[in-house]
């Protein structure tokens, strides 16, 4: 059983940072990637960034310069440095971790303020 536990929400003026972190346990292999995805009220939920075992990353094209996403491999944990936060960020963010399945977390709410 694989499980995914996220912490490091809160709630941030404009231009301030945060940063997620999302630790998974369980029987995990080591090629996997590990993701972030948010979700705002009323829309779906998208890919904000994305790094592989081999520490491979891409990120879309509006948290670019602003986030950055890392990983450390023996602790199965991966992180989001956001910074330069803006109002329009405010969402859910969860955790994906992908193996030969796709595992979430619980989520963690940010929340921006203008």
């Known amino acids: 059983q694989v499980q995914l536990v996220e912490s490091g929400g809160g709630l941030v003026q404009a231009g301030g940072s945060l940063r997620l972190s999302c630790t998974a346990s369980?029987?995990?292999?080591?090629?996997?990637?590990m993701s972030w995805y948010r979700q705002a009220p009323g829309k779906q939920r998208d890919l904000v960034a994305a790094?592989?075992?081999?520490?491979?990353?891409n990120y879309v094209d509006s948290v670019k310069g602003r986030f950055t996403i890392s990983r450390d491999s023996a602790k199965n944990t991966v992180y989001l440095q956001m910074n330069s936060l803006k109002p329009e960020d405010t969402a859910v963010y969860y955790c994906?971790?992908?193996?030969?399945?796709?595992?979430w977390g619980q989520g963690t709410q940010v929340t921006v303020s203008s």
């Open positions: 790094i592989t075992s081999y520490g491979s990353a």
């Open positions: 369980g029987s995990i292999s080591r090629l996997n990637t």
């Open positions: 994906k971790l992908r193996t030969n399945w796709d595992y």
